[in-house]
């Protein structure tokens, strides 16, 4: 069969060996340890080897190595693509068309999570069935599916493997994460197998964060008892969730590692380009926020949708500077409050003058967005005679339990609010250590 030219994609320096795919199967199979697929010095973790990408002073991503290795681990199967905007090459070209046009793959279907494949629709929304005019597959709409009902949905695609390559942002309420697992889930049932090409975490992976979902609270913003902040990249994610979660019916899995990539690393370090992964995370910066700012949208004060910069200023009408005054008083580390002032074009408060605050994040790695979160819940309800909390306890289900938002309106304070969920976070951080794949 011929090669195409574009399917080459110049990755000269990719490291694309087999030890860079892993071995198929769920955690325990031939090959695989009980962490599953992918191993740290496979990623170019164990030992300091970085490997070319570290040379090249760029991550590569599991797509580039994927390519690099020929799309060996896809060789023989119908293929069906998990993706949106984000799925990306180093030179902006989107996956999907760099697959269909080469003949080492046979690419059958792009499956949209939220937001669609297009990345049009705004949040609890997706774009629907459709065709791709680009390149005339047939895309299907994941989002609101789960189960059988998902695993029909591959089985009429016509495929034989799932292919997930998504960017995410680190927050376990942001739902991509939970299409992955979805995915997993319903591949197992139809027999289907799973390959995911793992992404930087752009507010990088040193440490999980925040409260660990209790099961009760379970939704689509979190399936499982994992931290509000996780910590993880989408690899390593779905080795925890084959090995912890889905040990009733394990999926066929397969992670394509990057190389060149350490828990330490913000996006801007990356060298790869930015995509927003939805029309409310602009920047790497948004992302940054997002784990303890999204809380906001548990309350009555906007969370900045309809501003140019979600997730970095929130508030609500009649809020003034002080409330800037107390959660500056808190002496948070790694953030600055500015009192700010904005109108949002839709969302809560629309038309509306704001009041509110302004994160400013001076140091990226004393930062900690799930502490700043509560530290704004905690001062907002203490100057603001306004706040409330949504009328259908939305917050439960973006912490994880009740347990914020009944000790806020006890009148805790950060470090007691933290303190609650610190036996927890330790199990998590524990069990997550066994599935990590880079230094």
């Not at 495929?159 to 997930?164: G, L, P």
């Not at 139809?190 to 090409?197: I, Q, R």
């Not at 925890?240 to 990539?261: K, Q």
């Not at 806020?408 to 610190?422: I, T």
């Amino acid at each position: 069969m011929t090669v195409s030219r574009r399917g080459v994609l110049g990755l000269a320096g990719a490291i694309g060996s087999a030890g860079a795919l892993g071995a198929a199967g769920p955690p325990g199979s031939a090959g695989a340890g009980r962490a599953g697929e992918t191993s740290r010095a496979a990623a170019g973790g164990a030992g300091g080897a970085t490997g070319a990408a570290g040379a090249a002073g760029r991550v590569r991503t599991g797509f580039e190595r994927l390519a690099a290795d020929g799309y060996a681990a896809l060789a023989g199967q119908k293929v069906g693509v998990v993706t949106n905007p984000t799925g990306i090459t180093a030179d902006a070209r989107h996956l999907v068309d760099v697959l269909h046009a080469d003949e080492r793959v046979d690419l059958v279907a792009v499956f949209g999570p939220e937001h669609g494949f297009r990345g049009t629709a705004q949040a609890g929304g997706s774009e629907g069935a459709s065709r791709d005019p680009a390149t005339g597959l047939a895309v299907y709409d994941t989002y609101d599916k789960s189960g059988q009902k998902l695993a029909d949905v591959f089985t009429a695609a016509g495929i034989d493997t799932v292919v997930f390559d998504v960017q995410d942002v680190g927050a376990r309420f942001y739902t991509y994460i939970w299409t992955l697992y979805d995915c997993m889930r319903a591949a197992a049932l139809a027999g289907k197998t799973v390959v995911v090409l793992d992404r930087p975490n752009p507010v990088g992976g040193r440490r999980a964060a925040g409260p660990v979902l209790e099961r009760p609270y379970a939704s689509f913003v979190g399936r499982e008892p994992i931290a509000l902040a996780h910590g993880m990249t989408v690899a390593e994610l779905a080795r925890l969730f084959n090995g912890e979660f889905l040990t009733d019916r394990p999926v066929g899995l397969r992670t394509v590692a990057m190389s060149g990539w350490r828990r330490e690393s913000f996006f801007g370090e990356t060298g790869l380009p930015w995509v927003p992964p939805s029309p409310n995370v602009p920047t790497p910066d948004t992302a940054l926020a997002y784990a303890g700012t999204c809380l906001f949208e548990g309350t009555n004060l906007s969370e900045g949708r309809g501003t140019t910069t979600p997730f970095e200023v929130v508030g609500a009408e009649g809020i003034d500077r002080r409330w800037a005054e107390a959660a500056n008083a808190l002496g948070l580390p790694g953030v600055w409050f500015r009192e700010a002032y904005f109108t949002p074009t839709f969302s809560k408060h629309v038309g509306k003058v704001c009041g509110g605050v302004r994160l400013i994040v001076h140091d990226r790695a004393a930062f900690d967005p799930v502490r700043a979160g509560i530290g704004l819940l905690v001062t907002a309800r203490r100057v603001w005679s306004g706040f409330g909390w949504r009328a259908d306890h939305w917050i439960d289900r973006l912490t994880g339990s009740d347990r914020v938002r009944t000790l806020v309106d006890a009148g805790a304070d950060v470090d007691e609010v933290a303190g609650d969920w610190a036996a927890g976070l330790a199990r998590f951080a524990a069990v997550r250590e066994e599935y990590l794949l880079y230094p």
